[in-house]
T-cell receptor
Framework: DVKVTQSSRYLVKRTGEKVFLECVQD?????MFWYRQDPGLGLRLIYF???????EKGDIPEGYSVSREKKERFSLILESASTNQTSMYLC????????????FGPGTRLTVL | AQSVTQLDSQVPVFEEAPVELRCNYS??????LFWYVQYPNQGLQLLLK??????LVKGINGFEAEFNKSQTSFHLRKPSVHISDTAEYFC???????????????FGQGTILTVHP
């Protein structure tokens, strides 16, 4: 089974802190994605990566950056956390191919105080 | 602009009743369509997908969906729901614009299905 793991299920940080959210997949997938999920807004794509060291902005990249130094690991970075970044963050991965299923991690619920 | 609209934010239903969760999309190119389910405190998992061929697709847990190109819809149905179907359901599409899309999905807002005993 494909497994996507995220470093924390719950995280509480203070405004202005630098926050790292880690995601690891064990199926050698080329594509990895970071979404945020907010009630009534569904999932919105923050960034994605289609290869090591390659990244593309999604729909809401402002205030975020990403890093992919190894194929299995994709990190989301909040350079200076703000209260409006309080949300559920979901990581996903998929193999190369136009319509391959994305596999999701369990999510990290981040609260910024 | 490409978008997905889930017409109901919440759907309450009694156990063993039928249910339909509605999804409409807007795209200038052809699309691949997906339904995902998110159980409480879990990530999303794929219920079913439409890529081509028969417009009626069957998924896991007794769910099915019908692709209607003229109405740009992809409604999800189940003839008899169980308590365990209580979850949030997301419709999504992938635009088939040629070239490399990297599998980027556009999601709807989600529909919370609550099954009552």
């Amino acid at each position: 089974d494909v497994k996507v793991t995220q470093s924390s299920r719950y995280l509480v940080k203070r405004t202005g802190e630098k926050v790292f959210l880690e995601c690891v997949q064990d199926m050698d997938h080329e594509n990895m994605f970071w979404y945020r999920q907010d009630p009534g807004l569904g999932l919105r794509l923050i960034y994605f990566s289609y290869d090591v060291k390659m990244k593309e902005k999604g729909d809401i990249p402002e205030g975020y950056s990403v890093s992919r130094e190894k194929k299995e690991r994709f990190s989301l970075i909040l350079e200076s956390a703000s209260t409006n970044q309080t949300s559920m963050y979901l990581c996903a991965s998929s193999p190369t191919g136009a319509y391959n299923e994305q596999f999701f991690g369990p999510g990290t619920r981040l609260t910024v105080l | 602009a490409q978008s997905v609209t889930q017409l109901d934010s919440q759907v309450p239903v009694f156990e063993e009743a039928p249910v339909e969760l509605r999804c409409n999309y807007s795209s200038s190119v052809s699309v691949y369509l997906f339904w995902y389910v998110q159980y409480p405190n879990q990530g999303l998992q794929l219920l079913l997908k439409y890529l081509s061929g028969s417009t009626l697709v069957k998924g896991i847990n007794g769910f099915e969906a019908e692709f209607n190109k003229s109405q740009t819809s992809f409604h999800l149905r189940k003839p008899s729901v169980h308590i365990s179907d209580t979850a949030e359901y997301f419709c999504a599409f992938l635009a088939n614009a040629g070239g490399t899309s990297y599998g980027k999905l556009t999601f709807g807002q989600g529909t919370i299905l609550t099954v009552h005993p």
